[in-house]
T-cell receptor, first 113, second 115 residues
Framework: GENVEQHPSTLSVQEGDSAVIKCTYS??????FPWYKQELGKRPQLIID?????GEKKDQRIAVTLNKTAKHFSLHITETQPEDSAVYFC????????????FGRGTSLIVHP | NAGVMQNPRHLVRRRGQEARLRCSPM?????VYWYRQLPEEGLKFMVY????????ESGMPKERFSAEFPKEGPSILRIQQVVRGDSAAYFC?????????????FGPGTRLTVL
């Protein structure tokens, strides 16, 4: 089955700095990679996703990159703000069908004002 | 369009009692997934259901745990004879039918505490 590794487990940055979270996956058939943000005590919420037919996707201060050959993908947050503080989860799955997404263990991002 | 609904939000049970968690998917979604999250850990898949069918229950313990998604009404995750190790947040998520990317929308979770 799929195995997703996520690093780092904790990331502490100063407000305004950039933050990068990296994930690797094992199943080359995976072609859909969502990222979720979970604030303390709340539900995970999808913030951005990328599909295997593109290498990069950007949405304002958030970007994701995908390297299919190396089987890794990354989340980049620029100009971090205190409200970006949360746990971020990456996941890997296969389009359609009933394939279950496999989640990474999460990265706790702390943005210091 | 209401999001994924879960109830109760908090549930306290004594060891040996039954816990029943409910999940109503988003309108138009026919797939439901249940996950368990322990403190400071990721989301662990438990079971995947469509209406009246269990598609994949590979992540659900064989004993004491069961799930259903009837034709009418919410999906239910049932934990019988709860033990302290069952204390966790249980999230359900829903998605559209197969053939689309499996974007999942999560409910607010049920936090189960076993005394």
């Amino acid at each position: 089955g799929e195995n997703v590794e996520q690093h780092p487990s904790t990331l502490s940055v100063q407000e305004g700095d950039s933050a990068v979270i990296k994930c690797t996956y094992s199943d080359s058939a995976s072609n859909y990679f969502p990222w979720y943000k979970q604030e303390l005590g709340k539900r995970p919420q999808l913030i951005i996703d990328i599909r295997s037919n593109v290498g990069e996707k950007k949405d304002q201060r958030i970007a994701v990159t995908l390297n299919k050959t190396a089987k890794h993908f990354s989340l980049h947050i620029t100009e971090t703000q205190p409200e970006d503080s949360a746990v971020y989860f990456c996941a890997a799955s296969i389009r359609g069908g009933s394939y279950i997404p496999t989640f990474g263990r999460g990265t706790s991002l702390i943005v210091h004002p | 369009n209401a999001g994924v609904m879960q109830n109760p939000r908090h549930l306290v049970r004594r060891r040996g009692q039954e816990a029943r968690l409910r999940c109503s998917p988003m309108k138009g979604h026919s797939h439901v997934y249940w996950y368990r999250q322990l403190p400071e850990e990721g989301l662990k898949f438990m079971v995947y259901l469509q209406k009246e069918n269990i598609i994949d229950e590979s992540g659900m313990p064989k004993e004491r745990f069961s799930a259903e998604f009837p034709k009418e009404g919410p999906s239910i995750l049932r934990i019988q004879q709860v033990v302290r190790g069952d204390s966790a947040a249980y999230f359900c998520a829903s998605s559209r039918p197969a053939g689309t990317y499996n974007e999942q929308f999560f409910g607010p979770g049920t936090r189960l505490t076993v005394l």
